[in-house]
């Protein structure tokens, strides 16, 4: 147990390295779809030829009826379809008891009251009788009028619905009574507006009667008693497209599909495709679900490979550090994670996503080379899974370069539009070429799709925001943050200025100088330029113990003994550090400030320490400020420029000569010092930057070049 605990302790790098790749992968894999994939590509076919092998059905399959047939089908039911309407049966008996409570007091109105001065007890409804001969009148109005609407509802008052509204006269539907459904088409069923019409011609034929108080009665007793059964029409609708058959016919095993070069036509395709459908299904079974997961196993690992060395033989800074290993894998699994959604969300189509953001991102922190390479195996994992791969490659493989030649420096917030903007023009340009490739058409084209690659590039705009997000959790700097922090109105900087003057001109000389360099030699400028103008903040704390500072002609070092005047100049190093960690400025700024002296010794007071002690042997330790040396080109000519700047200002004499010998012998003992071994620096960088430095410096100095007599 020990013995594992110790290999973990000591390999505890390389065993989280391993770890994210293993988890990314897995995690890939595990959520990418698990069914086989058709080895035909069926978009864009129809009306073209068959352009691969003769194809023979490898089993026997159903041919599946396309969406255009069922919907056929399904309309062509509903069309023919009987709803169902029930019978309310209270209706009637609600109605008769309404004219019955009515009638009495409205016949007192009547004309014939007067005339027939008769009271006779009515009977309750209903009650009918054929006398109507009657020698009472008030007695035979009444049942004149419980007649009529017996008539009308036995025969049934039909509720308007949109279900009938465009039909025929003719159209028969269903009314349900009880457990019992008859058919009766919809002329013979009453509408309110038809037995109104039926009751004045009713009413109209009759003598002995007062017809408009019988009808102003009856006109409020009528309503619908036969109404819309949705639930009944619903399920009874619903049986019957659940019915429809959704095969037609089929293809037995080693039949011929399709030919090479026959055409593809509505018919091929169709079969074409419900031979994918089954091939599908058919890989869905245990054995093909575990080969399946293991040709997608291998695929994400080779492309998590080839990531893998791209880092180890061109970016093995960002392979040593877990901080950038874990944000690259992060953004990289995010993207590809986010190509899921389509298929867990339907209303969500893949050209809505913004896969661009994902290179301009990477690239706000990096350089482009890394930025493309990740996009490409980002696409490349996503096309394992969405339709249309060809196209999907080479829409985003296109646009995702555009898209980081449009941002080749974050400087500031209108490059985020420009790019959203180019990378929707790259989109409708490559998206135009496709469809003709495919159409042969402009007619063709589904120009509606140009509103989802918009979408997408309107997404684009969050990567500004995305950006910040990374600053604060990785402690990154994009160029923007880098400009900010070189404002020279930055609080640090110019309590700075306010402080050690001296000081705060010496960082912009030398932030020119190595800004300069780095621009010749390759590299990033702003960040080696934000560096220089913080790498010496800690002198603000105690500026008098530095001769740049010193303008009273008082050393406070005379009274210090060398060792001591050392542990002050090698302390703000540390002050620095500390002071930039307070202002929470970016790890990668203060990487300047730890490095900018690597592990060189205070030369002066170690010069004056060694003659002036007695000692065979002095502890250079004490003199020595802790490192580390640079580690990258920017920190590397920092160092350079640091050292050059300084030491220039203690010649006696401004030449030609004197400048090319002093920065000869300055960066040369860097060298031999081995303060480069760990920067990707190369002799023929350093020697372009002396030439650039002695350049700067001779104009810094007005020197001229001395021409021969």
């Known amino acids: 147990m020990n013995r594992l605990l110790s290999f973990i302790r000591d390999r505890h ?48 399959f159903a041919i599946q009826k396309s969406p255009a047939d069922l919907l056929e089908e399904k309309q062509a039911i509903e069309q023919k379809f009987k709803p169902y309407f029930r019978v309310e049966e209270d209706v009637l008996s609600r109605m ?14 009547s004309s014939l009251y007067h005339i027939h001065d008769e009271q006779v007890s009515l009977p309750q409804p209903p009650l009918f009788t054929n006398n109507s001969g009657s020698g009472n009148v008030m007695l035979h109005n009444y049942l ?63 003598k002995g009667i007062d017809a408009s108080m019988i009808y102003s009665l009856l006109q409020n007793c009528i309503e619908h008693n036969v109404v819309y059964d949705e639930a009944t029409s619903a399920r009874e609708l619903n049986q019957l497209t659940d019915n429809i058959s959704l095969t037609r016919g089929g293809k037995y095993k080693d039949q011929s ?26 890989s869905r079974d245990n054995a093909s679900y575990f080969f399946v997961t293991i040709g997608q196993l291998t ?28 944000f690259l894998m992060l953004m990289v699994d995010l993207f590809i994670l986010m190509s899921y959604l389509p298929s867990r969300f339907e209303k969500i189509p893949i050209q809505l996503l913004p896969f661009c953001v994902l290179p301009l991102v990477i690239r706000s922190f990096y350089d482009t080379r890394l930025a493309l390479f990740s996009h490409l195996v980002a696409v490349l994992i996503t096309a394992l899974h969405v339709p249309d ?38 989109y409708a340009l490559a998206f135009f070429g496709i469809s003709m490739l495919h159409e042969s058409s402009i007619a063709a084209i589904d120009w509606s799709m140009l509103t989802w690659y918009a979408g997408s590039a309107i997404l684009i705009l969050f990567t500004y925001p995305l950006i910040f997000v990374c600053e604060k959790i990785f402690g990154f700097a994009s160029d923007v943050t880098l400009l900010e922090l070189s404002d020279t109105n930055s609080p640090l900087l110019r309590d700075l200025a306010s402080k050690a003057p001296g ?74 550090i500390e002071r930039a960690k307070e202002y929470k400025i970016p790890d990668v700024v203060i990487d300047f400030i730890r490095t900018h002296h690597g592990t060189t010794t205070t030369g002066y007071f170690y010069t004056l320490y060694k003659k002036s002690s007695a000692e065979q042997d002095p502890d250079e330790s004490k003199f020595r400020y802790p490192g580390p040396t640079p580690y990258s080109k920017e920190t590397a000519v920092l160092m350079m420029a640091d050292a050059v700047e300084a030491a220039s200002r203690s010649l006696k004499k401004y030449d030609e000569e004197s400048i090319q010998n002093l920065i000869d012998k300055i960066i040369d003992k860097q060298i031999e010092e081995k303060q480069f071994v760990n920067a990707p620096i190369t002799f023929r960088d350093i020697a372009q930057a002396k030439k650039i430095l002695k350049k700067k410096l001779m104009s810094i100095y007005h020197v001229r070049v001395a021409y021969p007599i």
């Open 13 to 60: 790098s390389h065993i989280y390295k391993v770890f994210v790749f293993v988890f990314s992968v897995a995690l890939i894999v595990f959520l990418l779809p698990k069914e086989g994939k058709f080895k035909y590509d069926l978009n864009n076919i129809l009306n073209k030829p068959w352009h691969y092998e003769n194809l023979i059905a490898p089993f026997d």
């Open 96 to 109: 008769q008891a309404l004219f019955y409570h009515s009638f009495p007091e409205n016949w007192k109105k």
């Open 144 to 206: 004149l009028g419980q007649r009529l609407l017996d008539t009308i509802y036995k025969r049934g008052v039909l509720e308007l619905n949109k279900v009938i509204e465009s039909r025929s006269p003719d159209f028969v539907i269903l009314i349900r009574s009880g457990n019992q459904a008859r058919e009766s088409e919809i002329r013979r069923l009453f509408s309110v507006r038809s037995a109104d019409v039926y009751l004045k011609e009713s009413l109209a034929q009759k």
């Open 257 to 282: 599909i399709i030919s090479r070069g026959e055409i593809v036509d509505d018919e091929k395709l169709q079969i074409l495709r419900s031979l994918r459908g089954e091939f599908e299904v058919q």
């Open 299 to 326: 695929l994400v690992c080779l492309c998590f490979l080839i990531l893998f060395l791209f880092l180890l033989l061109f970016r093995p800074e960002i392979l040593a550090s877990d901080t950038q290993l874990t």
């Open 389 to 426: 791969r060809f196209e999907f490659v080479f829409l985003q493989l296109v646009a995702g370069i555009v898209a980081i030649f449009s941002m080749a420096n974050l400087r500031n917030r209108s490059q985020i539009f420009l790019s959203s903007g180019v990378i929707f023009l790259t």
């Open 503 to 576: 000081t705060f001109q010496h960082s912009l000389q030398v932030a020119n100088l190595a800004e300069e360099t780095v621009r010749k030699i390759g590299g990033n400028a702003l960040l080696v330029r934000t560096g220089a103008l913080y790498h010496d903040i800690g002198k603000g704390l105690m500026p008098m113990y530095f001769t740049e500072n010193q303008l009273t002609g008082i050393n406070p070092h005379d009274e210090l003994s060398y060792d001591e005047s050392a542990a002050l100049i090698i302390n703000h190093v540390i002050r620095g």
